[in-house]
């Protein structure tokens, strides 16, 4: 059984807009929790964190929400920008090992 | 320039044949990870690597294997490849204390087994 799902496969959104990227997870352990970005023919690279002792946590233009009661992520970018197009994945888990969602395939039109 | 690379970054071979991806990190980290990337299934770690001579299973270990002689290289070895194989390979290492989470990775691996 999938620890770490995204429901939502793909999402566009205007430029300029906000982009709400979902996330759910079953394991209540978890302490960590992290969104990466990835773009076609590269590696994951890292976005953001949260640790599960906050509720929130800002890097620029992105923004991680952590709702524990309801073992809830997201990820929000605002404003949206075309170089934002890319595939995002959430992950948690240990030191040891990441267990990652399917990944969200987010689309900005210009 | 700090990174992790892998290599060959594309490989198209016939069953049973024998392969090994390389995979090396100038970046002192002590842990490795292999992972494969399947259409909605994200990625799925096959191995870690906590440190040299300290190698684990993953989540999918069945048919690969690993080997850490060094702290910089991880290479991962397919002994005899099926096409269920077929995947996306991505190699990635970290700390393994502070930001221990934030792994890098490297720029990935296509393999086709026929």
């Known amino acids: 059984d999938q620890q770490v799902k995204q429901n939502s496969p793909s999402l566009s959104v205007q430029e300029g807009r906000i982009s709400i990227l979902n996330c759910d997870y079953t394991?209540?352990?978890?302490?960590?929790f992290l969104w990466y970005k990835k773009y076609p023919a590269e590696g994951p690279t890292f976005l953001i964190s949260?640790?599960?002792?906050?509720d929130k946590n800002e890097d620029g233009r992105f923004t991680v929400f952590l709702n524990k009661s309801a073992k809830h992520l997201s990820l929000h970018i605002v404003p949206s920008q075309p170089g934002d197009s890319a595939v995002y994945f959430c992950?948690?888990?240990?030191?040891?090992?990441?267990?990652f969602g399917s990944g969200t395939q987010l689309t900005v039109l210009p | 320039e700090a990174q992790v690379t892998q290599n060959p970054r594309y490989l198209i071979t016939v069953t049973g044949k024998k392969l090994t991806v390389t995979c090396s990190q100038n970046m002192n980290h002590e842990y490795m990870s292999w992972y494969r990337q399947d259409p909605g299934l994200g990625l799925r770690q096959i191995y870690y690597?906590?440190?040299?001579?300290?190698?684990d299973k993953g989540d999918v270990p069945e048919g690969y294997k690993v080997s850490r002689k060094e702290k910089r290289n991880f290479p991962l070895i397919l002994e005899s490849p099926s096409p269920n194989q077929t995947s996306l390979y991505f190699c990635?290492?970290?700390?393994?204390?502070?930001?221990?989470?934030?792994?890098?990775f490297g720029p990935g691996t296509r393999l086709t087994v026929t």
């Open positions: 990635a290492s970290s700390f393994t204390s502070g930001r221990a989470y934030e792994q890098y």
């Open positions: 992950a948690t888990g240990s030191a040891r090992q990441l267990t």
């Open positions: 949260i640790s599960s002792i906050k």
């Open positions: 690597s906590m440190n040299v001579e300290v190698t």
């Open positions: 394991n209540s352990m978890f302490d960590y």
